[in-house]
């Protein structure tokens, strides 16, 4: 079953050197896109705000070498409403479904 994970970005945390805009050759997207590699590590358990993940500004290899600590930009939580309904329509499916066995008992 999938899962939504939702959360937000503090943008201001973002070193901009670590925002992509160019491909592996060197050249502009032609689409003009930027993009920013991410870590996200999944919790053990759900906080004390119930987050269950933390996103992280990706590292080098050289840097994670050298010890540079990540920057942290932002948390991630599940969406329980939408898993709750999901689980509702599952369990609805279930239930709806004739009891064709024709058994005696």
Do not use: H
């Not at 032609?30 to 004390?48: H, M, R, S, T």
């Amino acid at each position: 079953m999938s899962k939504m994970i939702y959360g937000s970005i503090d943008l201001n945390k973002v070193e901009k050197s670590k925002i992509i805009s160019k491909d592996k050759d060197g050249k502009v997207f032609e689409n003009g896109a930027k993009y920013l590699n991410i870590v996200v590590w999944v919790n053990d358990q759900v906080d004390a705000f119930g987050n269950i993940a933390s996103v992280q500004q990706s590292l080098s290899k050289e840097e994670r070498e050298n010890g540079v600590k990540s920057v942290y930009i932002g948390n991630l939580k599940e969406n329980v409403q939408t898993q709750q309904q999901n689980s509702n329509t599952q369990q609805n499916s279930v239930s709806n479904e004739p009891d064709d066995d024709d058994l005696g008992f």
